[in-house]
């Protein structure tokens, strides 16, 4: 004798618990942001924010709670993430009931902002996904696959960190510094990036101290810089007492 098989239809959203013959939307909200403001990041930026408009408006079962967005921010914290900041607080406030971003590194680069975001949101039954790694943050693994994932990112972020620094120290040792050529007066960068003397300009700064230890204050100097007709660090005809005694200082 064959066994019936009754099936049971799901009454419940999977990851949200919400009836499915509920006719209430969710508010979803798209996070987009890139790390620096060079020009092709810009164009990221623009397209994170066209995308995940146009992805939540074409559902019939989701309500747009609009699109938050942080450009040009590339600290790990979230502290200086004004949009970041927003939107959490809109969502606590009950005006979101999802956030949709790209990756977890978008989302944050240190683990515990990351988790204690994910947490904070999830006990007010508010969900995250990350689409890149298809994470659903009310989902029982959502949690686990967050922490693992956020430690890479973290560990990314300080990984690019050292190595920028080491660069940097590898240029200082090289004789290659950037600074604002424009406004030291003196010195130029040579063709292979190492500091050059111009020689014009290395007469006034060698005039200033020559007045200096005769005895002239940084406001007669300033006066006699301009009467002869010199230009300033900056290009411009007179002299202030302050421009003086920061070269005189070294400031």
């Given amino acids: 004798m064959a066994k019936r098989v009754t099936t049971i239809p799901a009454t419940v959203k999977k990851y949200t618990a919400e009836p499915l013959a509920g006719t209430k939307k969710r508010r979803?909200?798209?996070?987009?942001?890139?790390?620096?403001?060079?020009e092709d990041q810009v164009t990221s930026y623009e397209a994170q924010v066209d995308y995940?408009?146009?992805?939540?408006?074409?559902?019939?079962d989701w309500e747009f709670a609009?699109?938050?967005?942080?450009?040009g921010i590339s600290a790990t914290s979230t502290k200086k993430r004004e949009g970041f900041k927003t939107m959490i607080a809109d969502a606590k406030a009950g005006k979101i009931d999802l956030i949709i971003t790209k990756s977890?590194?978008?989302f944050a680069r240190n683990t515990v902002d990351s988790l204690t975001t994910v947490r904070e949101l999830k006990d007010r039954g508010i969900e995250i996904y990350f689409e890149k790694e298809n994470i659903w943050t009310l989902d029982s693994k959502g949690e686990l696959l967050i922490t693992i994932m956020s430690s890479l990112a973290q560990e990314e972020s300080r990984s690019i960190s050292e190595n920028v620094t080491w660069g940097q120290r590898k240029r200082f040792a090289d004789g290659k510094v950037s600074f604002a050529y424009s406004r030291v007066l003196g010195l130029d960068k040579g063709p292979d990036g190492?500091?050059?003397?111009?020689?014009?300009?290395?007469?006034t700064v060698r005039l200033i101290f020559s007045l200096f230890l005769e005895g002239l204050s940084p406001h007669s100097i300033a006066a006699e810089l301009t009467r002869r007709g010199?230009?300033?660090?900056?290009?411009k005809?007179?002299?202030?007492?302050?421009?003086?005694?920061?070269m005189l200082s070294n400031a």
């Fill in 28 to 38: 979803v909200a798209g996070y987009a942001r890139v790390s620096t403001d060079h």
């Fill in 52 to 60: 995940y408009t146009s992805y939540i408006q074409g559902r019939d």
């Fill in 66 to 71: 609009g699109i938050y967005t942080d450009e």
């Fill in 104 to 106: 977890v590194s978008r």
């Fill in 194 to 203: 190492r500091i050059v003397v111009n020689p014009q300009e290395a007469e």
């Fill in 230 to 235: 010199i230009k300033t660090p900056g290009g």
């Fill in 237 to 246: 005809d007179v002299w202030n007492q302050q421009t003086v005694r920061r």
